[in-house]
């Protein structure tokens, strides 16, 4: 069988099972299972592969996807901001749009900086940020004890000497920390898909994100107004807050920093031109 063969194989079975993204998802099975190069997906379709355990592997791959298991907790692992992360059912896969908010937190840190993220899941947010900055001492919190395990396991493979500037600490949002913690910037991914909502999901994220992660109450807003109105215990005055949000909260969690002493408040859009971020600054007044 030749890559082109096996390719269209996977692909036509991804298709059948109503996977949108099956040309990326094919070419991750690839060189993830066949060992295959991505230059030799593209260059040399025509090469022959031998090793007929192989097929035996990927058909058991096409079947958990197809079941509607996500690829990322197959493989065991995602990219984000140029890294891999280990991902499980413990903690939210991350999602390419969250590099917004990474991508935002980067523009307002400095040198030695003090970075809080809450919600830190896999921990791919402050780890990232971590990795790309300068002395910068960073917590990562989190209510789940299997999330953080799996955050300290993404910290070690990741940040090799600058892992011992990050804390990762257990409790539920500012809960894991003291009074005298104090930070330059906080960001956040937290809950925010409304309760009534999360039914209607796909069943990659109703059945296999935790729900912990997803439901963020009624209306999708308790988070962030537990966030917003404990951000002023936690950050110091003319620090920077960053929160994803859902497409349709810009208006409300915008209001919601500006009733809470934030200033020169703005929307980020994502990708698709949805609105992905708010950020803010806490007044010195």
């Known amino acids: 069988m030749t890559i082109r063969d096996l390719k269209s194989k996977i692909l036509k079975r991804l298709e059948a099972g109503g996977i949108q993204e099956a040309e990326t998802e094919a070419r991750i099975i690839l060189t993830e299972y066949a060992h295959v190069s991505v230059s030799d997906i593209f260059s040399n379709p025509e090469k022959e592969l031998e090793d007929d355990s192989i097929c035996r592997s990927i058909e058991d791959v096409l079947e958990r996807r197809c079941s509607g298991v996500p690829l990322q907790h197959i493989v065991g692992k995602t990219g984000f901001m140029g890294f891999d992360f280990r991902v499980s059912p413990s903690a939210l896969i991350p999602r390419p749009d969250t590099e917004i908010l990474a991508e935002e937190a980067l523009k307002d840190h400095h040198d030695g900086s003090r970075i809080l993220d809450l919600c830190t899941g896999t921990g791919c947010i402050i780890i990232s940020l971590m990795a790309l900055t300068n002395d910068?001492?960073?917590?990562?919190?989190?209510?789940?004890?299997?999330?953080?395990?799996?955050?300290?396991?993404?910290?070690?493979?990741?940040?090799?000497?600058?892992?011992?500037?990050?804390?990762?600490?257990?409790?539920?949002?500012?809960?894991?920390?003291?009074?005298?913690?104090?930070?330059?910037?906080?960001?956040?991914?937290?809950?925010?898909?409304?309760?009534?909502?999360?039914?209607?999901?796909?069943?990659?994220?109703?059945?296999?994100?935790?729900?912990?992660?997803?439901?963020?109450?009624?209306?999708?807003?308790?988070?962030?107004?537990?966030?917003?109105?404990?951000?002023?215990?936690?950050?110091?005055?003319?620090?920077?807050?960053?929160?994803?949000i859902g497409y349709d909260q810009a208006e409300d969690v915008s209001e919601m920093m500006r009733n809470n002493g934030f200033i020169e408040v703005q929307t980020v859009k994502d990708f698709g031109g949805n609105d992905r971020v708010v950020r803010g600054i806490l007044s010195a007044l």
């Open 136 to 244: 910068c001492y960073g917590v990562g919190t989190d209510i789940s004890e299997e999330a953080l395990e799996l955050a300290s396991q993404n910290a070690d493979m990741i940040l090799s000497g600058k892992r011992e500037r990050l804390e990762l600490k257990q409790g539920d949002l500012y809960d894991a920390l003291g009074d005298e913690d104090i930070f330059d910037v906080i960001v956040s991914n937290p809950p925010y898909i409304r309760t009534a909502d999360i039914e209607s999901l796909s069943i990659e994220v109703r059945d296999h994100d935790p729900r912990i992660a997803l439901d963020g109450g009624t209306d999708g807003l308790e988070f962030y107004r537990r966030i917003i109105t404990g951000a002023k215990e936690h950050l110091r005055k003319g620090g920077d807050l960053l929160l994803e």
